[in-house]
Every structure is written in C-alpha cells, then in structure tokens.
C-alpha cells in the first residue's frame, strides 16, 4: 500500500462555502462588525432549529460552560460532575467558579456518561453530604446522553443539568433536537471549526429559561445591564448602564455569527453526509478486530466523530496502530485522554483506577477521519490500511 501521492487526511475539518464567504464579506461592508443586527438573528436561528426559547451566543463552548455555571449559581463549596471522557473544558468550567471538580465513570460501549455508574455515586453522594450542585452530561461524538434518566436524577437528588452538546448540534434524542432542553438547564454548543457547524472561535448557549438567558446575556458582557427599566439606581441620564454582577467579555463577532448563520442552513446535510460516512465505516470495518462506538437507542447522532475501540487492548498495540496510521498520513485522534489522570487533575487527587472504564477506553480508542467532503477511497484506504496494521482478522 503506497501513499506517496496522498495529502495529508485529518481527523475532522470545516467546510467553508461560497455563500459563508460572501455572507462574511455582507458584515464586513455593513456598519457593525460585532454587536449588530447579525447576532441576535443567530441565536433566534439557533434557538428555533433546535426549539429552545433562548439562544445566547458566546465567543466560544469554553465561555459558554462558564458562564452557565455561574449563572446555576455554582461556587466554592459546591460540587461539578462530568465525564473523565471529554474535553478538559467541561470539567474545567467547574474549577473557573470555585467548584470541586469530580467524575463519574462511562459506559464502554458508547462512551457516555453512565446512568448505572451516576446513580450509584448520587447514593453515596447523599450518603457522605457531598451531592453535585451541576452535572455536566457529555453528548461524545454526537450522541446524546440518556436524558430522561439524568433529568429524573436530577429531580430526586435536586442537581442542575448542563449538556455539554459540543458535538451534537444537529443530533436528536427521542425524536426531537439536542439543545431543547427538555430534561436539562442549559445545553452548550460549540462552533470550533472542528465541529459540526463553525462560526471560527464560538459557541452558543440554550435554555427555556428567562432567567438564566438573562443573567447569561449579563455575564457574556461584563455584567453590565442597559434596560432603565431593570437599573438598581435611577440613572442620572441617557448614558448611564449598569455593572450588576462580574460579568467578562465573553461576546461573539457579527463576523462570526454571520458564518454560524450561513452554515447553519446546510445543518441537516452536513449531519445526514456525517452519518452515511459512519454507515460505510461500519460496513468497512465489519470483519476488523475493532468496534465503533454505539449509538444508543432512540438517538440520532450528529456523528462528530467516528470512535473505534480496539479489542486487543495492550497499550503497545494503541500506539503501534496509531502510529502506523499516522505516519501514513492519516490524522487519527483520541478523544479523549482521561481529563482526571492530566497532570493538573491529577495535581487535585485524581489518581490512576479512579475510573477504570475511562481509562480503558483511553488506551483503545481512536478516532478515523469523519468530516464532509470524505471521499469514500479515503475511507477505503484508511480501513485497508487500519486492516493491515491489525494484521489478523476476526
Ligand atoms: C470543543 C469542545 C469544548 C470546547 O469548545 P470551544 O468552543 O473550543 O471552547 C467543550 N467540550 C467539548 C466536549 C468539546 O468537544
């Protein structure tokens, strides 16, 4: 197998059209290049596509996962639990605030949180008085947790839910859109540009609740409030604005939302093309010893990412396929190392059999190239290779 003609294939990558650009180049010749007409028409599009009352965009997940951390009222004394397979931002936002920081184990045969493993922790939780004030549920690789298990959690232990939906705009649960926030506070996308949709830096947040898009509206922009009608003091005058709580500059571009706008228009082609390229991965790698992550019952994934797992699990295996793969030109990822063994976290405690499910995955996981425009070859060439590597098949 020769790969001397083939460019470089990443794992994931943006698709940037005609149209995005020209809809960029439309802000770059208006008036406003942020803070105009074009922001608020991306969170009305965003909310609607997704059917939440309230869209507040941000300059990106990171600031998104922030500030609806604070604006649930985390703070110090209060406790954070995620997956230890994601992002180290959906962990991380809980340390932004003063929070502790913990995790909770998943399920290895799709990679999410588990409902099994959360339940059990809660018991022990009410047990030793130490019960989660925000659980960040992860949708990796586009496919949504079990929502209505979490959310009746939610109820019976009084914690808030925050889905960290990075990866999963465009994807459903139970046959209706991530981000409705049906059985949870605030959902958070990403626009990253390896994500489903790109507005360059950025992200979005959604809620059905008034209060909390208000305060998130708030903190985006330093705290500050401009309605007369919601001032603390009466203002001496036309000029006058509000700083009412510590608010940071959190704000997306004009310039970027009109790129969220335009992509947001080919959202349902982009998702249908991701799961036809997951489709024919399954079928290519059908007789391999390897397993893709499931999609869960009555879910629709967006399919950011195509996650296999390989069934030999020896370390040196991970790193031989890995580099093999690699040095072929092929951008293979893992997504993710266990967020509770980064030196940081490990720095506040966190120790190796913390959560052997998370670290097992950590040591047979890979993620193949997945984006639009994949060329069935690519997939081919990749799986052949991946086949080779393997060197035996089932
Ligand atoms: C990308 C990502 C984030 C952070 O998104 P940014 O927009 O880059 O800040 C958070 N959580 C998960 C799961 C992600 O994949």
Known sequence: MSNHSRSFIPYGRQTVTEADIHAVVEVLRSSYLTQGPVIPA????????????????????????????????LGAGDYLWTSPITFVASANCGLYC?????????DP?????????LSAKLEQAEISGTLPKVVVPVHLTGSSCDMAAISLLAER??????????????????????????????TVFSFHPVKIITTGEGGLNTTNNPVLAQCMTELRSHGIV???????????????????????N????DLQAALGLSQLQRLDEIVAER????HHYQVLLADLRVHLLEVPKDVRSSVHLAVIRLVDSRPEHHRCIFEGLRNAGIGVQLHYSPVHLQPYYRNLGFKPNDFPEAEAYGRNAISLPLYPGLKNHEKEFIVNLLADLLDRRR
């Open 98 to 106: 003063g929070a502790t920081v913990d995790f909770v184990d998943i």
């Open 275 to 278: 799961n036809s390229h997951l």
């Open 42 to 73: 991306f969170e009305e599009a965003v909310s609607s596509k997704v059917s939440a009352k309230y869209g507040v965009a941000v300059n990106s997940a990171t600031s998104g996962l922030h500030i609806a951390c604070l604006a649930l009222g």
């Open 250 to 253: 959190y704000r997306i571009t």
């Open 109 to 117: 045969t799709t990679g999410l949180m588990s409902i099994d493993a």
């Open 226 to 248: 401009r309605e007369a009608e919601q001032f603390k003091y009466p203002p001496a005058g036309p000029w006058v604005y509000e700083q009412q709580q510590l608010g940071f």
């Open 157 to 186: 232990y009084g914690f808030a839910v925050i889905e960290d939906a990075s990866h999963a705009i465009g994807g459903q649960y139970h046959g209706e859109p991530v981000g409705n926030c049906r059985y949870s506070d605030i």
